[in-house]
């Protein structure tokens, strides 16, 4: 029989009070969840960050510092900025969000595909499609899980936590979810969101109507939507990590008609048009952190929130 080793933690830091730490979860619960991403952040000085939506609804389990939340566009914090509410779900169509904290702080970042959200949070995660919410409005032992995340001392130790919550979570929830949507969502995503909706309903071999109503019930979403927030989540990816592609190749590469729909539907998602973003990239070339991941410095929040 063979033997299932499981994952290493891998470890990237390039400055002093910065580390990422990443790791696969555990054999069990590869078919569902890709990657956990890890953070450890110590900084004197506040750290604003720009969170887009990914396709994903994004579990964020933290603690240290308070973290200070706000959704673009909004003019408002949100209502999730205390120290005990430091761990939280952004909805599959949650606006992007600005996130500022200084002095120390652990998070580990989760990407659930939304039919694991719908089981692991029992069903809800169709009613917060829009929202971000506190951990603790959903799980009633959220503040016992960051406490035993804080106790923890090291990052092997954390996902080995995570890990054993998740499994029992997933194990212990009424919310079934149908082999169909699971096979669609797989497909949507593998090609980018450029795929057509009927051609997977006729595939699955129902109508392009009841296809659409049974996606929307155990995602929260329709198919087309599914796809549009998919094709931007490309488009996002290529434009955070490669300084090699146009905004025209990138529009081309992700099914977008023109660079004009393109700069639309980056707006909408994430709050700025593409060649702000390019901008905001390239003025914190030495920002603590992964290359290109989306800091912001301080004199170009306005830009992005306006």
């Known amino acids: 029989m063979l033997e299932i080793k499981e994952p290493t933690v891998l470890t990237h830091s390039n400055v002093p009070g910065w580390e990422y730490v990443s790791r696969v979860p555990t054999f069990a619960l590869r078919s569902s969840i890709r990657l956990y991403s ?9 750290v604003c960050r720009l969170q887009a939506p990914s396709g994903h609804v994004m579990l964020v389990l933290g603690f240290g510092s308070d973290m200070k939340i706000r959704q673009i566009g909004s003019g408002v914090d949100s209502g999730i900025n205390s120290g005990v509410n430091q761990s939280f779900v952004a909805g599959l169509e949650a606006q992007p969000l600005l996130r500022e904290h200084d002095g120390e702080r652990y998070c580990i970042a989760i990407a659930l595909p939304p039919w694991v959200a719908y089981r692991l949070f029992q069903g809800a995660a ?15 032992d959220a503040d016992r899980l960051v406490e035993q995340l ?4 090291s990052w092997t130790q954390r996902f080995a936590l995570v890990d054993r919550l998740l ?20 497909q949507l995503e593998a090609q980018g969101g450029c795929i057509l909706i009927r ?3 006729r595939t699955i071999g129902w109508s392009n109507r009841y296809f659409a109503r049974q996606f929307q019930e155990q995602t929260g979403v329709t198919p087309k939507a599914a796809a ?11 434009l955070r990590t490669s300084n090699n592609h146009t905004l025209s190749e990138i529009a081309l590469d ?3 008609s023109d660079q004009s729909h393109f700069t ?3 707006h909408a998602f994430c709050g700025c048009a593409p060649n702000t973003f390019q901008k905001a990239k390239a003025a914190v070339a030495d920002f603590p952190g992964l290359p290109g991941e989306p800091g912001v410095p301080g004199e170009m929040v306005r830009d992005i929130d306006e």
């Not at 890890?38 to 506040?46: H, I, L, R, V, W």
């Not at 499994?167 to 797989?186: G, T």
């Not at 549009?228 to 290529?238: D, G, K, N, S, V």
């Open 38 to 46: 890890g953070y450890y952040q110590n900084t004197e000085q506040p």
């Open 126 to 140: 169709t009613e917060f499609v829009q929202e971000v919410v506190a951990l603790e409005d959903i799980w009633d």
């Open 150 to 153: 804080s106790e923890q001392s």
């Open 167 to 186: 499994k029992e979570k997933l194990f212990a929830s009424q919310h079934l979810v149908r082999p169909e949507i699971r096979w669609a969502w797989n």
């Open 199 to 201: 051609q997977l309903a």
């Open 228 to 238: 549009r927030q998919m094709r931007f989540a490309q488009a996002y990816r290529l």
């Open 254 to 256: 992700c099914g977008y």
């Open 264 to 266: 639309r539907e980056f």
